[in-house]
T-cell receptor
Framework: NAGVTQTPKFQVLKTGQSMTLQCAQDMNHEYMSWYRQDPGMGLRLIHYSVGAGITDQGEVPNGYNVSRSTTEDFPLRLLSAAPSQTSVYFC????????????FGPGTRLLVL | DQQVKQNSPSLSVQEGRISILNCDYTNSMFDYFLWYKKYPAEGPTFLISISSIKDKNEDGRFTVFLNKSAKHLSLHIVPSQPGDSAVYFC?????????????FGKGTRLHILP
């Protein structure tokens, strides 16, 4: 059982480039979410989804887009990368709600130059 | 404005003693509170949670206490072990009109001393 997988593990981008961070889960979970972790800032919710076709904004959504066309996949898109988006990004999933046990992926470390 | 606050960035505890990690919140509508543990270069893992209708939840060496009037919760680890050295995040969730968000604190780094 793979759980939550994220690709890539590490990425370097130049300012203005776009990219997609991939997230997939094989647990048939309805709730999926993206967080960023910055030093001294904890985990901040970027976007979340309560099921296929439904997405909503978290605390820090600006500069990021998401879509949820299937239950399994929840990609995060950076449309025009900025140095302020240098961070570690975690994807997570839970059966139905944010308050249930969330299973986190291993993270993607992103550096924007 | 932080809705979930962990005011101690770090804590050092002797192996075998009790570790107490604290968390304060401001939103009285939070209905679930959770603790996650994180090792370096790994994703966080769920530790323990408590519903707002309870004041205590226990799971082995881990106990979470909730004081709603003070808007305060704490995580007790007894006895503390070397493998408990990690960053601990307190989190709170609120479910309102299909809006299902979770807010994390900034974390407390726990060092278990030999």
């Amino acid at each position: 059982n793979a759980g939550v997988t994220q690709t890539p593990k590490f990425q370097v981008l130049k300012t203005g480039q776009s990219m997609t961070l991939q997230c997939a889960q094989d647990m048939n979970h309805e709730y999926m979410s993206w967080y960023r972790q910055d030093p001294g800032m904890g985990l901040r919710l970027i976007h979340y989804s309560v099921g296929a076709g439904i997405t909503d904004q978290g605390e820090v959504p600006n500069g990021y887009n998401v879509s949820r066309s299937t239950t399994e996949d929840f990609p995060l898109r950076l449309l025009s990368a900025a140095p302020s988006q240098t961070s570690v990004y975690f994807c997570a999933s839970s059966p139905t709600r944010a308050s249930e046990t969330q299973y986190f992926g291993p993270g993607t470390r992103l550096l924007v130059l | 404005d932080q809705q979930v606050k962990q005011n101690s960035p770090s804590l050092s505890v002797q192996e075998g003693r009790i570790s107490i990690l604290n968390c304060d919140y401001t939103n009285s509508m939070f209905d679930y509170f959770l603790w996650y543990k994180k090792y370096p270069a790994e994703g966080p893992t769920f530790l323990i949670s408590i519903s707002s209708i309870k004041d205590k939840n226990e799971d082995g060496r881990f106990t979470v206490f909730l004081n709603k009037s003070a808007k305060h919760l704490s995580l007790h680890i007894v006895p503390s072990q070397p493998g408990d050295s990690a960053v601990y995040f307190c989190a709170a969730s609120e479910y309102v009109n299909r809006d299902d968000k979770i807010i994390f604190g900034k974390g407390t780094r726990l060092h278990i001393l030999p």
